[in-house]
């Protein structure tokens, strides 16, 4: 798919209370402050040169932190929201999906098939009918592109998106939010990588795309992890990156990092 040129800054090491997933929670913005600045510190050495952008919620403290609040092409991680929206499409038609419904859900989420995806978009209602589910699921800054893979968003509100999908207060209803899971819990082995380095019983989506015009590669992962006790919902936007291996291992580093500065892990380095 082709990509869109960088419209957006590299990441910023401060971000606001109202870009932060803690807005969501409304927790105390001193400690928003405070767990801001800890993650930042704690990316310093990984960061550095790159552009990335991380939110981490504790489900179950409502302790959180960012680092970045720029808007990112989503690439694969926007099938999430495409299900959401299919999914909240048939609660309000008070139907069950249908049998190629399903069957495209599946292999979108499991496999990242990119033709179930584009097949669901269309079924939506393309960017209208995907603006309107991420409206109506919290969503702030993500805005919706004509090729799907170039939804624009931030890692606040694909955090927001995974509080709607996993949490127990959503537009959504439980049995779609157990379908959306379960499926995410079900991705194929070799697309396992990303925020599951930070802990275990994970459910996610990630994306991948190389720039057309650059060659080099968007990676970014979202979902929920467990670790230490704690059920952590994270999401880590990135672009630049030589190879897309490169920017799995950095994923990976600031997924882990991230979770430290949660206290979900006993060694956040």
């Not at 869109?4 to 401060?14: L, S």
């Not at 179930?116 to 960017?127: C, M, N, P, R």
Request: hydrophobic residues 45%.
């Amino acid at each position: 798919m082709g990509c869109a040129p960088d419209d957006t800054p590299a990441a910023v090491a401060a971000v606001s209370s109202a870009s932060s997933p803690s807005a969501v929670t409304g927790r105390d913005e001193e400690t928003d402050v405070d767990l801001d600045a800890e993650l930042a510190d704690a990316l310093a050495h990984l960061a550095d040169g790159a552009d990335v952008s991380v939110a981490v919620l504790d489900a179950g403290s409502g302790a959180g932190a960012a680092y970045g609040d720029g808007a990112y092409d989503a690439a694969s991680v926007v099938k999430t929201g495409i299900l959401a929206a299919l999914l909240l499409q048939a609660q309000d038609a008070g139907r069950e999906l249908n049998g190629a419904e399903h069957a495209y859900a599946e292999a979108m989420i499991r496999r990242s098939d990119n033709t179930s995806a584009t097949e669901l978009f269309k079924a939506i209602g393309g960017e209208e009918g995907l603006d309107a589910a991420h409206e109506r699921l919290g969503l702030t800054r993500t805005r919706a592109a004509h090729a799907w893979g170039l939804t624009r968003t931030t890692a606040a509100d694909q955090v927001r998106l995974l509080e709607a999908v996993c949490g127990t207060e959503s537009e959504l209803t439980a049995a779609s939010r157990t379908y959306i899971t379960e499926l995410m819990g079900q991705v194929e082995a070799d697309q396992r990588w990303g925020v599951s380095a930070a802990g275990t019983g994970v459910v996610l989506k990630n994306g991948w795309m190389p720039r057309t015009t650059t060659g080099l590669w968007d990676v970014n992962s979202v979902g929920r992890v467990e670790s230490g006790g704690h059920t952590l919902l994270m999401a880590v936007l990135s672009r630049g990156h030589a190879t897309k291996e490169a920017g799995i291992a950095l994923v990976e580093s600031v997924a882990k990092a991230a979770a430290g500065v949660t206290g979900a892990l006993a060694d956040p380095g």
